[in-house]
């Protein structure tokens, strides 16, 4: 269930995601010392092009490679193919683009 | 100390599975408990065998679970206490008892481009191989497949995804492939990336793992994917 073309982006997302981890991990370790505020955070991120490529980048990448995960999952233990596969994979893409969309907006530009 | 009978457990259907007393001998392969079954028990058990040293590849069946060449494993090597179980080949429709009916085994050596792609004609010259050079090396590592499904059978991919093409059939393609005989690289590229192809292999090893010639094929399904990708990003698809 998994062609070349899902199976190239799942990777190329996941070389994408090696960097950017471990830049999260490390703001994380990096954020707590002394203390962690929304007011920090936000500090940070707001207004910021450079946080908002870094996590617009990691969501996009993020909703890519869960999909196509999970898509094969759903696929060779839970027996769903054909359209309702499909949908299934669109479904989980753009929901968790969404969710994680809506979250990089609101602590840079909203 | 050999027990003087085995207990022998064939499964012969979903729902059915016969115990036999085999009578237990030294030298005894489970070929040859199967066979007295048949011959001295119950005349109508279904089974497949052919040459009985291990170059036929139509014997392999599931022992204790685990798929293997019949004639060539031991009775004493696989029994639990003194009892085994037998059962036919996972991953293909059984015909009857033991006897797996193998034309999808085949029918996806064939879709994965296990064919030969010739350029040239009767009345060129034979063209030199280089025996040496890396390609011929890859493309030598697994000549000695004799297409007896034990991989097929082993890969956990091929029974959760009926459309797999299977570790067999990609380690041929992967011969090929290295082949410099061969002309069919576009093809069999091509054949290896659509939705059964060798980007489903979850390199769980099975394959490699149960190999009765030692062949690796999970490492040839890796050089695929390296090819594939390769090509991917030369020629967008």
Request: proline residues 4%.
């Amino acid at each position: 269930m998994l062609g070349l073309r899902l199976y190239m982006l799942q990777r190329i997302t996941a070389l994408l995601m090696a960097p950017l981890v471990l830049g999260h991990l490390a703001v994380m370790i990096y954020a707590i010392q002394g203390g962690l505020s929304a007011a920090e955070i936000l500090g940070r991120t707001q207004g910021s092009i450079l946080w908002f490529l870094f996590y617009g980048v990691f969501v996009v990448a993020v909703a890519i490679h869960g999909a196509i995960g999970l898509r094969v999952i759903a696929f060779e233990w839970g027996g769903m193919k054909g359209a309702v596969l499909n949908l299934f994979t669109w479904a989980v893409g753009i929901g968790l683009l969404t969710l994680g969309a809506r979250a990089v907006w609101a602590v840079t530009f909203a | 100390m050999t027990p003087d009978f085995l207990t022998v457990t064939i499964e012969r259907g979903p729902d059915r599975q016969d115990r036999f007393e085999v009578p237990a001998y030294d030298n005894q392969t489970v070929l040859d408990v199967v066979s007295w079954v048949q011959q001295n028990a119950d005349p109508t058990l279904s089974y497949r065998f052919a040459c009985r040293v291990g170059m036929c590849g139509s014997c392999a069946m599931m022992v204790n679970g685990v798929p293997r060449w019949t004639c060539r494993t031991h009775i004493s090597k696989v029994l639990d206490g003194n009892a085994v179980t037998i059962g036919p080949l996972r991953n293909l429709p059984v015909i009857k008892d033991l006897a797996v009916d193998m034309d999808p085994f085949f029918d996806k050596w064939v879709a994965a481009e296990g064919v030969h792609h010739g350029a040239l004609t009767r009345d060129d010259p034979i063209a030199p191989i280089e025996a040496e050079s890396a390609a011929r090396v890859e493309a030598n590592a697994a000549i000695e497949c004799i297409n007896c499904s034990v991989c097929y059978a082993a890969c956990d991919t091929v029974a959760g995804n009926p459309d797999y093409l299977g570790p067999a059939a990609l380690q041929r393609a992967w011969t090929l492939l290295n082949d410099v005989k061969d002309e069919g690289r576009t093809a069999i590229l091509d054949a290896v990336s659509g939705t059964g192809g060798c980007h489903n292999c979850h390199s769980m090893g099975s394959c490699t793992a149960y190999c009765p010639n030692e062949l690796d094929p999970m490492s040839a399904i890796a050089g695929l994917k390296r090819e594939t990708a390769k090509s991917f990003f030369r020629r967008g698809r």
